[in-house]
């Protein structure tokens, strides 16, 4: 099995960067992320001014305007010099602290976890079969690769859950999530809405214990409606590639696009009554049951992003997928995906641990750091400070 530190090595620079410079906001991000002196929560707070203003995820905006993402951060240190059990190491307990507070811990619990791998050598690689293996390899080591060998030549579901504790019953339940690839290679191609600064990114995003959070904490009783309206403002917020004058999405050059209803105003899905009491002028004439895209929303590391072709290779057979899981209760995936799965606290306990046990180490060592490294990451950071929300974006209610 070939180690983190040797796939790092092999990774092919990207020769069509050379003329395809990064956006601005990504080379200030990747300022802060390739900065070895900066420290773990200076790097949170970069990315976590990126998940609230610079990418589609609406999901990911809410959770970061709340302080609500969970970060993990690999930097060019770990991925060249650590070895695979020392990151699986670090990983894992990133993973036990962020599911012991989201299922213990009301103030502090995120409904969201990043895992970035902010090293330059990913970050300037091209997209090719070296950084597939490379990425991987990293999901692996975070526990959440299930497939085969073989099996890594096609798309994948990577699934988990995220578990809350019912504060009126104190049962547990589950909710799963799917994780999610990005990466620097993403800039400025096809797939630019898959940007991300640092290298790579996974992210799992777990709405069901964001809607069950906003029923049980916060007292808010849409959660259902809620989360279907972001859900289709983040469809809508893929980036258009080549251009937005007059063209249908996939022309515009859209990585996902809302379809259009149909005759009489019907649906995809016959029978699914729109759960929407009020609808943006945004959404209107949209569909809620289904919607289309080049790349499919619950693949991971998927193999259209590797083939480095100038448009995306599924063009022409568009993915169709599914809304009708966050609010359709006789939906297969709605239970555990959204309605949560109940789970004994031994089940859980086995996973994440029993709180008498629970321990923190936090970072293993600081950076050693000048004055000077003080101001300039300071400098950096007032810089993300001063992005807007991509004009691009369509807000909904947080």
Known sequence: MTSVADLVAR???DAWRLSHPFSDDLLQANAILHNSAATEAEMAECMNLWCLRRQPCQFGRVAAKQGRIHFCFLTERAVSEWSDHEIAEKIAEEKRLWKQR????????????????ASPRVAFAAPDRHLRAFSDRILEL???????RV?????TVTSDFLYLKDP????????????DYFACAGDGRWWHDHRFPGGIAFTGNSTGHMIAFREWCEQKTDSREWALKQAMFTIQNAAPTRGTDGADPPEQGRATWLRPLGPEGRAMVDGVECPLSNIPATLEGKDWTRYEGVLHTD???REEFFLDREAAPTASKPYLMDFTYLYDEQQDDFKEFTGGKLFSAEEIFAEIGRPEDWTHRGNREGPSRTLNDVAEIAEQLEICRTWEVSPEFVIGDD
């Open 11 to 13: 990774l092919s620079g």
């Open 168 to 179: 009126i019953n104190g049962m547990f339940y589950g909710y799963q999530f799917n994780l």
């Open 102 to 117: 989201a299922a213990f811990d009301p103030t502090r619990g995120a409904h969201s976890f990043v895992l970035v791998v």
């Open 151 to 155: 099996a890594r030549q096609a798309n």
């Open 142 to 148: 975070a526990g959440w690769w299930t497939g085969s």
């Open 299 to 301: 693949h991971a590391v």
